[in-house]
């Protein structure tokens, strides 16, 4: 996986989804840094779930 300052949001959350995976090899320089924002909420039974409510904003 190749990563610049191109590589923004769901890019960045791909690379760390597979950083994990010891096949999965990435190259080139830091990402744009442009990550969601989420709010978790608690249901009534006590489950949690993700929602992604807001971007952060271009640097």
């Known amino acids: ?5 191109r590589t923004a949001s769901s890019g960045e959350l ?5 950083e994990p ?9 830091d990402s744009a840094g442009y990550t969601s924002i989420n709010d978790t909420y608690t249901m009534y039974n006590g489950a ?10 271009e640097k």
């Not at 949690?48 to 904003?57: D, G, H, L, R, S």
Request: charge should be positive; hydrophobic fraction near 45%.
């Open 14 to 18: 791909t690379a760390l989804a597979l």
């Open 21 to 29: 995976n010891l096949n999965v090899k990435t190259f080139g320089g």
């Open 1 to 5: 996986m190749i990563l610049n300052r």
């Open 48 to 57: 949690q779930v993700n929602i992604t409510a807001e971007k952060n904003q």
